[in-house]
């Protein structure tokens, strides 16, 4: 929707009139409701409900395995840079468990 109605802005000129902007949003509106419409009938039909209730313990573990992967992406990333800010020698991991370190000396 705002990716959408930033299009319309990039090309209408800010001087013009009042009701072109209410069309606009009149407009992008009304898509917005039909799209969610459709996408309610579509997904509460007996046949793809029945679909999804079948899949949703395979897409349940795909999704967790999934974000199990990306928070271990980010915790090893933590990790590194904590222990590479400034100081390849490993020394600030070191300094923080020691309670030395405060935020101005990690950087």
């Known amino acids: 929707m705002l990716y959408f109605s930033s ?4 090309f209408i ?5 009042i009701w072109v902007w209410c069309v606009i949003l009149l407009f ?6 039909l799209q969610h419409c459709l996408t309610v009938w ?3 039909s007996r ?14 573990g795909v999704i967790g395995t999934l ?18 800010n400034g100081d390849p020698s490993g020394r600030t991991i070191s300094r923080i468990r020691s309670g030395y370190a405060c935020g101005a000396d990690i950087y």
Do not use: H, W
Not at 7 to 10: D, I, P, Q, S
Not at 13 to 17: E, Q, Y
Not at 47 to 60: D, F, G, L, Y
């Open 42 to 44: 579509l997904f509460s």
């Open 13 to 17: 000129p800010a001087t013009a009139p």
């Open 47 to 60: 046949s793809v409900m029945r679909k999804i209730e079948a899949a949703q313990r395979r897409v349940n």
């Open 28 to 33: 992008s509106q009304t898509t917005a409701f």
């Open 67 to 84: 974000y199990c992967g990306l928070g271990v992406g980010v915790a090893a990333d933590a990790l590194r840079r904590l222990s590479l």
């Open 7 to 10: 299009v319309f802005a990039a």
